[in-house]
């Protein structure tokens, strides 16, 4: 066996062809192909800082994409940097796994500070679905097994591994694996489907827990502040825990730190955080919990190791964490949020006014938005009309689907700005969802952009390479 290896030094000089290559013979050559069609698929992304991606070829993007919730930060945020650097340079220990971590120690009381009195439990991870599947663990145990059912939402999406895969309503995948037992679905704001559910299986097996996101991120709506209040009445008179799944909505997605601080009163039994949580360097995840929740989960002493993980809060992505924390508990990151929040919002307005023809509606909250476009352009429809009935299952979300990827490959190629085309059965919709560091120039010139780009006609070849991509799958 030949053992060569890629030295450092090479990877820089990797072509794109070199490395769509590599990726179709050693990572997943459909994703290839998708990427591939699609013009940010063609670039080197060599830099990025703040808001900016800079290509090999020398082009300066706006990235609009706010990482996918992850990059609340921007690109390599200085402080963030700094820590990192520091940490490195003074040699700090990284593993820890039979002695104790000040910095570990110092971001979990970070996190009870800057949520609720009672949420005074973390467990670190690396992924929002490993928080989950913590918390599903944690709420399963506080019954010692004598309730069996946790309740979902049905467009809900918690992760894929098998538990979170599970509960994740719009995952359209599920029904290839195997499944968790015991896992049933409500319509998302329907109370009284909740309600007769939780009836049901209060009498056959009882409920340990229902899971929601307060926000949908894949729908972009909201659960109804009276769901919420009802479905708290229900916890009181069925005795479950509630488990707010914040991976994607905490820190200042909505104008709050947290989604749930819009409901009055309201206190998670368990919330999961991660995404901004790691400052756009780390990946890492956590689950804090409620102190009696904890107490009886893991209070004894046979149960303290009930859940762990090699990467368990590591020193630098603790550091790296708590020092996202502590930009984004800066009094003035919260006014700021809710300045480029407003802007966003008048400016959606505007453009559905301006192009009420061309766009169906716009939605969303805080720094989680989208526009749905109405399949407006006829020579996209020409095209799909001679495309092969089998590939076009349905007609109007197939031309909606290349309508808005069109649009998103536009805003790059003419415009370079980098936005993502939100693809889930629950809505499919161009995603407005910047770093939460963005200037207000920077808005204006992406709202322009699209202004311009809706004034004047979807050229032909962005249109034609996207078919490409349907045709070659
Ligand atoms: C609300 C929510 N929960 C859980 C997850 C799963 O996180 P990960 O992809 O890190 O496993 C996601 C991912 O987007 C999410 O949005």
Redesign the pocket.
Known sequence: MTRKTIPLSEVDDLSINEIHDLYTKFINPNQTKIFSSLPYGNEIFEKAEGSYLYTKSGKKILDFTGGE?VLSLGHNHPRIINARINYQKENRVEVHKIFFSKYMAALSKSLSNILPETLNKSFFLN????A?EAAIKVCFRNYDAKKKNILHANNS????LIG?GTISGSYTKKNLFPVMENSHSFDFNNIDDLENKIKHLSKNGGVYAVII?PYS?SSLTSCKDEFIQKLYLLKNEYDFKVIF?E???GFYKSNKMFYFENYKNIVPDVI?L?KALGGGKSSI?CLVVEENLYKNTYGKIDNTFLHTTTYNGFGEESITALEAINIMSEDNFEKRVNEISEKIKKNLNDIKEKHKDKIECTKGTGIINGIIFKSFSSKIGDIVEKFPIELVKNKSYFLKKITTTTISSELFENYNILTSVNDSPNSNHLKVSPALIISNEDIDYFFQSIDDLLSKNISIRSISKILEIVKKL
Do not use: F, L, P, R
């Open positions: 919730g992924s929002g679905a490993e989950v999406y918690h992760g894929k979170t996101e991120v799944d991976v994607y909505s999961c991660s995840s």
